[in-house]
DNA sequence: TTAAAATGTTAGACGTATCTAACAAATTAA
DNA sequence: TTAATTTGTTAGATACGTCTAACATTTTAA
């Protein structure tokens, strides 16, 4: 006897990871290509492929051969759930186990796939509901509601602006670890002094009304708001 | 080109799941056999004898066909490892976290095998570098090292005997619910008043010299000392 | 000391997640 | 508008962790 199990609404941790790049490579354009997950998820296209197939028969996406990738309503709650988890844990390890904001997204990556409503519960409950994870990206709410926000990036901002650095759009270490080395941080305000055409660097002025010069690569990378 | 890789040290979470029972059912009687493993970690009897060889060829286990399972020192190793950051988990779960320690285990299940150090030593150094986790088991130190007790089961301490609570040799929810109900924990004392020869049950007095009974399943499963 | 029962192993299968090789479609450039 | 390039799909293979069915060994009971 065979019994063919729907399995509603769970998700493998394969299939977490998939669904979360899917929302967050088709935030920008309403869709995602095959070869832009594979490039984010470290694997081949055929690889892509067949999980959207997988994907689709669960209704988290739609997939038709040949075409861009959305995500159904059902597919973005799943999506939101999980980074929700995802950014909870990241404030978590910096705000109460004191690690630093470049240290906490490779294990938040782990812990985002934790099965426990009570465990995920009493971190928001430890933390006071927070609106904001430490690289400055918005938590959604136990719904999927999420803060829709007018951020730009920091090369789109005007020359003489004051802007102030709100997030970042990069979690990765090296990242991380480049601003700290540079004294940028959540909240700073700098002034735009500069654009250079040439290669999109910036000049910026800092707090301490020390220039500094951040490439075009950076730049992009950092959100802010004014 | 196909390039072997040994991956040494490095287990799977299947793997380091099997190891762990390896090592807690083989502590008895220095080797444990395949249907006990099977029937702990809920698979057929197969499953166990190819998951075996495959520890047998990582050098984790001895194992020779139709013999009993011994774990390496190698294999104890890594079993600590992943018991010590279960324990710390539960721990950190508790007295952090504010968990009921019957509902720790389960969420421990799944941060032990994050892979992190820094994880695992900042929960250790919160937590003041402990002993002992919630349900009175040692925590094995970063080497490996496991403090070796004398506590016995509550039903083989004599009559008449006033023990101390030290440990809970089960720490699944439903049993620790029990507990909670007849307000049992760590640390309480209680005078043994009968054990009764028929049906193994025995009946105690509490701190608040309230007669209790408690049947042999749960007796056999609390530690004592003295 | 044999027969029955319990325990363990082998063979072959399956689902998941991945890959490479070969082919097909869509896009871009000539 | 054809040809080249990019992008995507299919087919078939592999490793992992699991299963069932069949067979083998060991232990226990007659
Ligand atoms: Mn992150
Ligand atoms: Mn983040
Ligand atoms: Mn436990
Ligand atoms: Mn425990």
Redesign the interface.
């Known amino acids: 006897m065979l019994f063919l199990i729907e399995n509603e609404g769970m998700g493998s941790l394969t299939e977490e990871n998939y669904i979360k790049s899917v929302y967050s490579l088709s935030q920008a354009t309403g869709e995602v290509i095959v070869s832009e997950l594979a490039k984010k998820l470290q694997v081949k296209p055929p690889t892509v492929n067949s999980m959207m197939k997988k994907l689709a028969l669960k209704k988290w996406v739609v997939y038709a051969p040949y075409k861009g990738i959305k995500v159904t309503d059902k597919g973005k709650k799943e999506a939101l759930s999980i980074i929700r988890r995802h950014r909870l844990a990241e404030l978590f390890?910096v705000n109460?186990?004191?690690?630093g904001w470049e240290?906490v997204h490779?294990?938040a990556e782990?812990?985002e796939?934790?099965?426990?409503n009570?465990?995920y519960d009493?971190?928001d409950e430890?933390l006071g509901y927070p609106k904001f994870d430490p690289h400055g990206e918005p938590i959604p709410d136990a719904n999927g509601k999420i803060l829709n926000d007018k951020r730009i990036a920091l090369n789109q901002a005007k020359e003489n602006a004051t802007v102030k650095i709100v997030a970042v759009a990069d979690d990765k270490k090296s990242f991380l670890d480049h601003l700290n080395d540079k004294g940028l941080k959540i909240g700073e305000k700098v002034l735009i002094k500069r654009k250079e055409a040439y290669d999109g660097s910036v000049v910026l002025i800092n707090k301490a009304k020390v220039e500094l010069m951040i490439t075009h690569q950076v730049a992009e990378r950092i959100l802010v708001e004014e």
């Open positions: 390890l109460v186990m004191k690690l240290e490779d294990i782990q812990l796939h934790v099965e426990s009570r465990f009493r971190i430890m």
